[in-house]
């Protein structure tokens, strides 16, 4: 395991936010919008959580990636543990990821619409 005086401030360069599980088409159609911005991802951790990932460098880098405030760094900073470093992971960090709208296009024509057709069917013969 790796600690943050061998890192190369992997986690200082994207900010992540949770996003509600996407349930209907208006919530895929979001999805399509945040990716279509630049460094903009959302994706399913392993959790089962979705997140939007934005690509975005701490300003309090230095040129090699090591933080210049880390004795007075914000508590994010502070309460992020090694074990979740994506330096110390194993594996994927996510199930699903989407870079593009192609990607989230793609998705919503192989794996969404159908399972909406099927729920729709289920309710139907109900």
């Known amino acids: 395991m790796i600690n943050c005086d061998e890192c190369n401030g992997e986690c200082c360069r994207d900010v992540t936010v949770g996003l ?3 349930e209907n088409m208006e919530d895929w159609q979001d999805i399509r919008w945040m990716v279509v911005h630049n460094n903009v991802s959302v994706y399913l951790d392993e959790e089962g959580d979705w997140v ?3 690509k975005t460098p701490c300003v309090k880098l230095d040129k090699d990636n090591k933080c210049t405030m880390y004795t007075n760094r914000p508590v994010m900073c502070r309460n ?4 979740s470093c994506i ?3 194993e594996g994927d960090l996510h199930k ?3 870079d593009t709208i192609e990607e989230v296009d793609e ?3 192989k794996v969404v ?3 909406m057709e099927m729920q729709k069917k289920l309710k139907k013969d109900l």
């Open 20 to 22: 509600d599980e996407p």
């Open 52 to 54: 939007v990932e934005f």
């Open 80 to 83: 992020h543990e090694l074990d």
């Open 87 to 89: 330096k110390n992971g």
């Open 96 to 98: 699903i990821r989407f």
């Open 107 to 109: 998705y919503i024509e």
């Open 113 to 115: 619409k159908p399972q």
